[in-house]
């Protein structure tokens, strides 16, 4: 039994070993990491200013005679100024609450105000990128049109403005960047992403479960049996005393 | 004894048992039913809003003059009646606190969600399947964070609990009415891995806690100190025989 654990934990370890290793470094970056952090919340400042009531003059009841399929319509303060947020024939749209005045897609000063009214840290913007199509890995494409505004700061800071609610929809840094790597590791998908039903997770982690037993086994042998029987011998000899 | 020998030892001792779990909890993420585990075995999504006349409603300007620290408002359509859901204090996330009012768009008054819209939000949400075409509600009650079922939502919540298979239990957040999700003894039984892989024994919903932390440095230790095992089992020539 000892002997074949030790075989069994030796041969199957030369095999697992590597991803053993991936598994134990990619678990702790991703303890260690607080995941607020890593989501970037505290890259934004989540500061809103309240709705100024006397300077609304289009009403919701223009807006829906000039947009007759509205729906999922929302008013906040953009920029110093009430706007609407609507859905109109699957597209989103924001208009101005003061004159009806289309704002989407925003543009790029507008977005460059945002990010900078929203992002915490010192450092300034590097550039600001419009992207419709093909988003980065870092960015789900159902936010798309937005501005990626980059700072020129510690872990390479992005902010996403959404182009059509101006609202900050997604930020990342290396640590977000580094994280999803490490998560692709822990969970085999050396391929897509996000897949962690896949066939190589599953016959590595069986293999495993074969492996690790195999070194329970040994831990009774080098460690528990030892102890045990250190026992035993202490107890037969007060006993014959 | 070499040095890595000792650590292999050791580490093994105080890590062996959280190991094995770790493994088996992966393998089961790994053969799990992803629906299933989120609750959503019998979920429906709800429909896109309808839309509401608002030509004779009172207009979102009145409403803001009585509410002057409202950042955001909503419209919103809760079992066919229109309202507005105000915003005081957004949160960065929807599940993160947030300060709402709920105001009825025809009179202007401020709304709350009796026991009986909570059901019916909650029954809208149930997939009819033949099934499920006489589940009752158990029970209503309006719980206060920390909720076992979504620890991350820090908001008050009802809870619909449903007669049926899976223990369905229906969350809708108590002032905005918004559907925060199904949970069951299915997603039940799936959180209990979840919190054995995170040792998050407190449940707090968090895998960034000490034990954790302290047993991530272990097993790094454990991994490194196997590695140089089998570097010089192979220096040593024993993985030449059997």
Known sequence: MHKVARKLHRWSMLLLGLQFIIWSVTGAYMVLVDINYIHGNSLVNNQHKPIIAKDISYSIAQLQQDFPYASDISMANLLNQPVYRFTHQDTSMMISAINGKVLSPLSKQDALELAQQQYTGDGSVLNALWITENPPFELSPRHLPVWRVNFDDFAAPALYISATSGLVVTKRHDFWRIFDWMFRFHIMDYSSGEDIDNQLLFWVALFSLLSVSSGGILIYYSVIKPYTKKRQRIINKARAV | ?242
């Not at chain 2, 223990?167 to 209990?192: M, N």
Request: charged residues 15%; neutral net charge.
């Open chain 2, 1 to 242: 004894m070499q040095w890595f020998k000792k650590i292999h030892k050791w580490m093994s001792v105080i890590v062996g048992l959280q190991l094995i779990i770790w493994v088996i909890t992966g393998l089961f993420f790994n053969l799990m039913d992803h629906q299933k585990a989120a609750g959503r075995l019998h979920y429906s999504a709800p429909a896109t809003q309808q839309i509401v006349n608002y030509q004779n409603l009172i207009e979102p300007k009145q409403i803001l003059h009585q509410y002057p620290d409202v950042v955001e408002l909503t419209t919103s359509v809760i079992l066919n009646q229109p309202y507005y859901l105000l915003n005081v204090n957004k949160g960065l996330y929807a599940h993160f606190a947030n300060d709402y009012r709920l105001v009825n768009a025809q009179t202007g008054q401020i709304a709350e969600l009796t026991e009986t819209m909570v059901n019916h939000i909650a029954l809208a949400t149930l997939l009819l399947d033949e099934a499920e075409s006489a589940a009752t509600i158990i029970n209503t009650q309006l719980l206060y964070p920390p909720i076992a079922d979504f620890l991350k939502q820090q908001n008050p919540t009802w809870q619909v609990l449903i007669n049926n298979d899976a223990e369905t239990r229906i969350y809708i957040e108590a002032v905005s009415g918004r559907v925060i999700g199904h949970s069951d003894k299915h997603k039940q039984f799936a959180d209990v891995f979840f919190m054995l892989h995170f040792m998050d024994y407190a449940q707090v919903g968090s895998f960034n806690n000490w034990l954790m932390i302290a047993m991530s440095f272990f097993v790094l230790w454990l991994s490194i100190s196997g590695f140089f095992l089998v570097v010089t089992s192979l220096r040593k020539g024993k993985y030449y025989s059997f």
